[in-house]
């Protein structure tokens, strides 16, 4: 059975998935079980390092500062549009030398930031450690990485390292 689901979680939350987005029928249900047995077994032929979580105590309230963040994104980025006046707002790039180097700590680290509306994670060199995002109204650079440093790279060393 491991050889057919090497990723039962994963599987099954494809077949469900699939029927969510179809409807509820036998021909459906093979079609994304079919589906779920490919990309589990592709997920398995990638072969991905399990992560090892130090205080996973810490996730969910690292999910609510996330879920606060980008709530108070998503009305500042409307505000922003709404308003119209774009003059003193201007947009750009910032660097950010991280610390963190677990892969899986930097993947949880792009879903947040790219999720935050006003963000986008566009680089990251691995040997330098040095992250670029790009931020949709930069007052202060200065800020932007001591943000990223305490409020998420911070708890995500804690997490995973």
């Given at each position: ?89 201007v947009s750009g790039f910032v ?67």
């Amino acid at each position: 059975m491991s050889r057919v689901f090497p990723y039962p979680v994963l599987a099954a939350s494809l077949v469900l998935i699939w029927l969510l987005l179809n409807s509820f029928s036998v021909g459906q249900f093979l079609l994304g079980t079919a589906v779920a047995v490919v990309a589990s077994q592709a997920m398995a032929a990638l072969r991905p390092a399990k992560p090892r979580l130090r205080r996973w105590q810490l996730i969910p309230w690292l999910v609510g500062v996330v879920v606060l963040d980008i709530l108070r994104s998503n009305v500042a980025v409307a505000t922003l549009i709404l308003q119209g006046d774009r003059r003193d707002r201007v947009s750009g790039f910032v660097s950010i030398p991280l610390d963190l180097r677990d892969k899986t700590g930097l993947a949880v680290l792009a879903c947040i930031v790219t999720s935050t509306p006003g963000t986008a994670w566009v680089e990251y060199a691995a040997d330098s450690g040095v992250l670029l995002i790009h931020v949709l109204d930069l007052a202060e650079e200065d800020e932007w990485v001591t943000l990223i440093k305490t409020r998420y790279e911070a708890v995500l060393m804690e997490i995973f390292e």
